[in-house]
């Protein structure tokens, strides 16, 4: 028994956030599971939970509705982009060829490059940069599920339509749409499910992603001595005058501004436990 002045009541959110979120628990999970500062995202094996993700939907909402009236309460998270833009339904135009795809795609096979670099380097980029024709890629992808393979058609008899280079940034698209949202529909739904009852879900979709989590996780305090030692710099700029003046501009930015700087260049706002040393870069091509 205590008398809240605040305290309290940010320590019940931190305990709640702490067990929800912890991929051990299950209902959000790394896409590289050794590496602690790995975004966190939905788990496609927890559809059968969804009541946890109405639960964790109204406990964000209930957040943003203290912050939005100066009582900030933050979650402590780093999620990924790809879950955000699902919360805010961005719409995706995709354009591939001459032909414009417009679905309602919460946002573009890019999201891979922050969601899970892996992958992204390994096949997205790859697929992208490189000719497909002799690859015998189909529409189609398989996924490992109980120590069982399984064969799931990216579209209408996709395992029998070949992947070409005409075609391939519509598969791409495609892949992203499988693996970022369609193994999670269930999950997210339930969510925003939840959120909508605290704070109507209209009015979040003026924010982008990187906004809402600025909105929803807040910002760190920024060091920018620390930024600035725990970077590498990479091809022929170690001589150059531009990195000093790249380092005198950011010393001049505000915490907002570091904030979307460091969104950039991790896919996060947040500085993990351990500091700016912990993080991970992105790298970009």
Not at 17 to 42: I, M, T, Y
Not at 101 to 128: C, G, L, M
């Amino acid at each position: 028994r205590g008398i809240d002045w605040g305290g309290l009541g940010r320590e019940l959110f931190v305990l709640l956030f702490d067990a929800l979120l912890d991929p051990s628990e299950g209902l959000f999970r790394r896409f590289k599971k050794d590496d602690p500062q790995a975004l966190l995202h939905p788990s496609s094996a927890a559809k059968d939970r969804l009541k946890w993700f109405d639960f964790a939907g109204r406990l964000v909402g209930k957040c943003l509705y203290e912050t939005c009236k100066g009582n900030p309460r933050y979650v402590k998270a780093r999620f990924t982009r790809s879950f955000l833009a699902q919360l805010v339904s961005l719409r995706v135009t995709c354009k591939v060829g001459h032909q414009t795809f417009t679905r309602v795609s919460f946002f573009a096979w890019q999201h891979f490059e922050s969601d899970d670099p892996e992958f992204y380097v390994t096949k997205i980029k790859y697929v992208k940069e490189n000719d497909v024709d002799d690859l015998e890629l189909v529409f189609a992808e398989d996924v490992y599920a109980d120590g069982k393979l399984e064969t799931f058609p990216l579209k209408p008899n996709g395992e029998e339509i070949a992947v070409t280079n005409e075609n391939k940034l519509e598969y791409l698209d495609l892949v992203t749409q499988f693996r970022l949202v369609d193994q999670v529909r269930s999950q997210v739904e339930a969510f925003v499910r939840g959120l909508g009852e605290i704070v109507p879900i209209d009015l979040l979709s003026v924010f982008d992603e990187n906004e809402l989590e600025l909105l929803m996780c807040g910002a760190s305090e920024y060091n920018v001595k620390d930024l600035k030692s725990n970077s590498r710099v990479e091809g022929n700029w170690a001589s150059e005058n531009v990195v000093e003046w790249f380092w005198s501009a950011v010393g001049s930015f505000t915490q907002e501004e570091l904030a979307q700087l460091l969104q950039f260049t991790t896919g996060s706002s947040q500085i993990p436990p351990g500091g700016v040393a912990k993080l991970s870069q992105i790298g970009r091509a």
